[in-house]
């Protein structure tokens, strides 16, 4: 079993910064890639960053020079830090974890974030 958890969401003004992490327990064996996802009201999720297991990103253009993601091994656990945060940010953001060699994917909760104009 994996467990997810992700903490860190909160209200912020347009312009500030919140710090997101997922931390990753269980059957932590060959855990790859991990990213965060978003889902704002009446929205489709969407992926916002991932990142690989030797540290490799990607981000969608939405959010490219304003969030980054980063890992700990060590920790299992990965952090999103948000700068520059904008109302169209507001979603529930969701953590990701994929296995290695596998289809195997897990969610966790999510965790709102609120940006107000």
């Known amino acids: 079993q994996v467990q997810v958890v992700e903490s860190g969401g909160g209200s912020v003004q347009a312009g500030g910064s919140l710090r997101l992490s997922c931390v990753v327990s269980?059957?932590?064996?060959?855990?790859?890639?991990m990213g965060w996802h978003r889902q704002g009201l009446g929205k489709e999720r969407e992926l916002v960053a991932e990142?690989?297991?030797?540290?490799?990103?990607k981000y969608v253009d939405s959010v490219k020079d304003r969030f980054i993601i980063s890992r700990d091994n060590d920790k299992n656990t990965i952090y999103l830090q948000m700068d520059s945060l904008k109302p169209e940010d507001t979603a529930v953001y969701y953590c990701?974890?994929?296995?290695?060699?596998?289809?195997?994917?897990?969610w966790g909760k999510g965790t709102l974030v609120t940006v107000s104009s």
């Open positions: 990142i690989s297991a030797g540290g490799r990103t």
């Open positions: 269980g059957n932590t064996v060959s855990i790859g890639a």
């Open positions: 990701k974890a994929d296995r290695l060699r596998s289809l195997s994917e897990y």
